[in-house]
């Protein structure tokens, strides 16, 4: 998450309520109080949903719209209701007026999660195996290991091997895989723990981690 506002006690409202109502959910939460720190955090972070102001100290944050990959969740905050309809017009997934309600908030949140837990269900991967075109879940998939021109997929209950190479698969996987290793790309939502040189996955498995990894999932 991350939360733009260029006053402390917008920040500070939005950080209490959101510990309270979905911290369970929270990998990390990220605070910019000015146009260009937003937007140089947009730049070097993904996030999965962002919070942000309209107005940045007489700066528009409709700009920071073109740095906002397609697939995060905009929730405009402002104190300015005639900013609605040019928010939902333009990418915005929610709208709430300041000053926050909390139960405003805890609706908005739980459309979030269903709408982030459906479409990470409802992405997949095609692959051509004996040939034939197989479907596989995003949330089947544990890691990729590389080798070559080949690359194996390691799922819950099986792996397979195809004829292509990680390079070729990133694009395909989006934000909810990261790569570890030039060998190995993970599905975020079965890493356990990391520290500089390895990598434990959920089901206790340990996956080395080069220094560019490292720099990945940090």
Partial sequence: ILVVDDEESGRTTLKILLEKLFWAHTEFMDFSKSFDDAKSKLKSNQYDIVFLDVNLKGISAFDLLTFIPFATKVVF???????????????????????????????????????????????????????????????????????????????????????????????????????IHKTYVVNRTQIKGFNKDKLILLNNQFLPVSRTGLKNLS
């Fill in 77 to 179: 905050v402002t104190a300015y209701s005639e900013f609605m309809l040019k928010a939902l017009r333009s990418k915005a997934f929610d709208y709430l007026v300041k000053p926050i309600k909390e139960e405003d908030l805890k609706e908005c949140l739980f459309r979030l999660q269903m709408a982030l837990t459906s479409e990470n269900e409802n992405q997949s991967l095609h692959i051509k195996q004996r040939g034939l075109t197989r479907i596989l879940k995003f949330s089947e998939i544990i890691y990729i290991q590389g080798d070559g021109p080949y690359c194996t997929i390691y799922l819950k209950e099986e792996c397979c091997t195809i004829a292509r190479t990680i390079k070729s698969l990133l694009p395909e996987l989006g934000n909810g895989f990261v790569r």
